[in-house]
Structure formats: C-alpha cells, structure tokens
C-alpha cells in the first residue's frame, strides 16, 4: 500500500500535478482497493501451443508483480512481444486503464500476456490497485484537457 502511495505520487508530479492528486482520484488511502491474482502456470510439454493468459491490459490503476523467477511474463512494446526479465527481489510494476484514463492518454496501460514453460512451474502474484467500484467516475483529470488535448476517454464507472 505504501509503494502505491510512493509511486501514484511520482506519476502526479510527473503530469505536473500535486503530490496526492492521482491517488486521491483512485479512492486516496481509505478507499483504493487492493486485490492479489495468484497466478499457476503448470509445466507445459509444448509451451508453443498454450498461452497462460491471453493478452490484455488491467482496469487496475496500477499492479504490482511478483514471481517465482521463471520468465513468461511478455510486454507488447514497439509491435513485437517483449519478455519481461526475472530479476532477483524485484517487483514487477505496470500502469493500468484507471491512471491512462484519468492522464488523459499521458500514461498509458500495457498490453501484456502470460505464456507457460516447459520445463518448470511458474507462479506469480499480482496485486492490483483499483478505485472502489461504483463510487469513482473515471474520466480524464480537468486540468490535463486543453482545446488543444481535448479528452481521449468517456466518462465511465
């Protein structure tokens, strides 16, 4: 929860913004949800013909990874599939729809899949930041829309 403070604050002052304001917009520290996913990805004698998760991007404002070091975590970047690399004590963070949404397009949401592997079993826990549901509008923020950066999102819950 303190790392998502830490990094919503980075991303406000980035878009120019003050410190608390993305997290404020995503249910500030009372009401932003967090959920875990845990991901198991058996063994897989052909991994060419399975996917793990089939590509997507999150809802979440943002979601943190982490993993048992076997790689399968994959990033479209530049029109090609990008493996993200396993490295040790890390955490794997992205950005997702809410804070694309809410930069108006300033930040955007990753596509990204998971693929399986053949010789071990791969595990990871992803933990996702989310505004609570049916008490946030996400829109983009006012102050990012201009006449010349006019909003790139509808309003939605």
């Not at 878009?15 to 009401?31: A, C, Q, S, T």
């Not at 943002?62 to 955490?91: D, E, R």
Request: net charge positive.
């Amino acid at each position: 929860r303190a790392l998502a403070t830490r990094v919503l604050s980075a991303l406000s002052l980035g878009l120019g913004l003050e410190e608390g304001r993305l997290e404020k917009e995503v249910g500030g520290l009372e009401e932003m949800l967090l959920q875990m996913k845990i991901n198991f990805y058996p063994k897989c004698p052909q991994p060419e013909l399975a996917l793990g998760v089939e590509a997507h991007t999150d809802i979440s404002a943002l979601t943190f990874i982490l993993h048992n070091m076997v790689p399968g975590l994959q990033l479209f970047y530049k029109g090609k599939w990008v493996t993200a690399k396993c490295v040790p004590n890390s955490i794997i963070m992205h950005i997702g729809d809410t804070i694309g949404i809410l930069s108006n397009g300033k930040y955007k949401s990753i596509l990204h899949r998971g693929l399986v592997n053949k010789e071990k079993v791969r595990i990871s826990w992803a933990v996702f930041c989310e505004p609570p549901r049916e008490k946030i509008i996400l829109k983009p923020l006012p102050e990012l829309v201009t006449e010349a950066e006019p909003a790139q999102f509808p309003s939605r819950t």
